[in-house]
């Protein structure tokens, strides 16, 4: 089955700068890769999402890449701001079944 | 906005008893899911639900899991003599489509077996 690795566990970027956080997944039949954020005592909201005919994809501070080939996908956020902070998870799926990775624990430092 | 609900957001049970927890997906979805998330680790797949029927299940969603639609609005998982390593968040989502789009989830039931 899918394994999606996710690193780093926890990252502390300065406010305002970018922060980017790495995935790799071993199922080349996976068609979709979400990203979400999940806030303390929330469920998982989806931030960015890439299909796999699409190799970049950018929502005004946050921007996703995919390398197919490599089975690598990130997630990179530019001019952080405090209420980035958060726990985020790259997902792949296929059909319905969405993998998470382990997460990254994001901390935007003042 | 529609949203997900789920309750209730905090369910205490005794080991070996049965417990129903609830989730109300946004109205026009068809595809239903529960996922679950030990604490401090990563969110797992349990179950996809469409048409009536189970669509695919994990290793996880073994025979004391049931899910059910019992009627037009809820989506239920019932977890029949609950264990103390079931005590975890459980997550219910729905989208409109299979397949590649967004899965849209619920705040979670934090589910604590004693």
């Known amino acids: 089955g899918e394994n999606v690795e996710q690193h780093p566990s926890t990252l502390s970027v300065q406010e305002g700068d970018s922060a980017v956080i790495k995935c790799t997944y071993s199922?080349?039949?996976?068609?979709?890769f979400p990203w979400y954020k999940q806030e303390l005592g929330k469920g998982p909201q989806l931030i960015i999402d890439i299909r796999s005919n699409v190799g970049e994809k950018k929502d005004q501070r946050i921007a996703v890449t995919l390398n197919k080939t490599a089975k690598h996908f990130s997630l990179h956020i530019t001019e952080t701001q405090p209420e980035d902070s958060a726990v985020y998870f790259c997902?792949?799926?296929?059909?319905?079944?969405?993998?998470f990775g382990k997460g990254t624990r994001l901390h935007i430092l003042p | 906005e529609p949203e997900v609900t789920q309750t209730p957001s905090h369910q205490v049970t005794q080991m070996g008893q049965e417990v129903i927890l609830r989730c109300v997906p946004i109205?026009?979805?068809?595809?239903f899911y529960w996922y679950r998330q030990i604490l401090g680790q990563k969110v797992e797949f349990l179950v996809s639900f469409y048409n009536n029927e189970i669509s695919e299940k994990s290793e996880i969603f073994d025979d004391q899991f049931s899910v059910e639609r019992p009627d037009g609005s809820n989506f239920t998982l019932k977890i029949r003599s609950t264990k103390l390593e079931d005590s975890a968040m459980y997550f219910c989502?729905?989208?409109?489509?299979?397949?590649?789009?967004?899965?849209?989830f619920g705040p979670g039931t934090r589910l604590t077996v004693l």
């Open positions: 997902a792949a799926s296929r059909d319905d079944k969405i993998i």
């Open positions: 199922d080349s039949a996976s068609n979709y």
């Open positions: 989502a729905s989208n409109r489509t299979s397949g590649e789009s967004e899965q849209f």
């Open positions: 109205s026009n979805h068809l595809y």
